[in-house]
C-alpha cells in the first residue's frame, strides 16, 4: 500500500506568517496534486506538479516537487485568513492505474 | 470549468434504508470516483469507474455498490444504511492522460 505522510497535521498561525506543508512517501510518483478543501466543500485542485524538482508559484503559494517524485512541499509567504483550509496532497502512479493515493491532510487555520 | 454536481448536499436516513447518492459530471470525463472523507482518516476510495458499466472496488467498498449506465452519472447506492456509513461522501471525476481529479461539493449523510 502506498503511503503519503502529510505534516503537521495541525497548524494555527498568525496572519502574515510563512508556513511550510511536506508530503512524504517511499513511493515514486508520477505526479502530485494539491488540493485545499474548506469547510462542508469539496476539495479544489490547487496545481499539479509533474516533473523531478519542478516549482509552481500561484500567487503567495509555492509548490515544488522533488528530485525522486517522492515527495513535496507547500509553501505559504504570508499567510491570509482567507488561506485556511484543509490541505490535501494526492500523488498518482500513471499509466492506467487512474487512482490517486491521498495523505490524510493538513488543517490550516490563520487567525486575524 | 469543469463541474462536479452531487444530488444532495445534507442526507439524513435510517438504519436499514436503501441510499442513492448522484453524481453528474459534465465535461465527459471517462473515470468517475466515488469516496468518503472521515475525521482521521482522510479520503478513502470506494469505487471507480473508467467506463460505462465498467467498475472497480477501491479500499472500502464493502456496504457499497455503484452504477454507470451514462458516461456522465455515477450512482452510489447504500444497500442497507448502517450508522456506521455516516460520513461526508465526496464524488470526483478525471480524464486520461491526467490523474487531476476534479471534486463535487460533497454529500454529507447521516444515518440515525
Known amino acids: 500500500t502506498q503511503l503519503l505522510e502529510q505534516s503537521p497535521q495541525f497548524l494555527s498561525i498568525q496572519e502574515g506568517e510563512n508556513l511550510t506543508v511536506y508530503c512524504n512517501s517511499s513511493?515514486?510518483?508520477?505526479?502530485l496534486q494539491w488540493y485545499r478543501q474548506e469547510p462542508g466543500e469539496g476539495p479544489v485542485l490547487l496545481v499539479t506538479v509533474v516533473t523531478g524538482g519542478e516549482v509552481k508559484k500561484l500567487k503567495r503559494l509555492t509548490f515544488q516537487f522533488g528530485d525522486a517524485r517522492k515527495d513535496s512541499s507547500l509553501h505559504i509567504t504570508a499567510a491570509q485568513p482567507g488561506d485556511t483550509g484543509l490541505y490535501l496532497c494526492a500523488g498518482a502512479r500513471g499509466g492506467s492505474n487512474y487512482k490517486l493515493t491521498f495523505g490524510k491532510g493538513t488543517l490550516l487555520t490563520v487567525n486575524p | 470549468d469543469v463541474k462536479v454536481t452531487q444530488s444532495s448536499r445534507y442526507l439524513v436516513k435510517r438504519t436499514g434504508e436503501k441510499v442513492f447518492l448522484e453524481c453528474v459530471q459534465d465535461m465527459d470525463h471517462e473515470n468517475m470516483f466515488w469516496y468518503r472523507q472521515d475525521p482521521g482518516l482522510g479520503l478513502r476510495l470506494i469505487y471507480f469507474?473508467?467506463?460505462?458499466?465498467?467498475?472497480e472496488k477501491g479500499d472500502i467498498p464493502e456496504g457499497y455498490s455503484v452504477s454507470r449506465e451514462k458516461k456522465e452519472r455515477f450512482s452510489l447506492i447504500l444497500e442497507s444504511a448502517s450508522t456506521n456509513q455516516t460520513s461526508m461522501y465526496l464524488c470526483?471525476?478525471?480524464?486520461?492522460?491526467?490523474?487531476?481529479?476534479?471534486f463535487g461539493p460533497g454529500t454529507r449523510l447521516t444515518v440515525l
Open positions: 513511493s515514486v510518483f508520477s505526479s
Open positions: 470526483a471525476s478525471s480524464e486520461p492522460p491526467t490523474d487531476t481529479q476534479y
Open positions: 469507474s473508467y467506463d460505462v458499466k465498467m467498475k
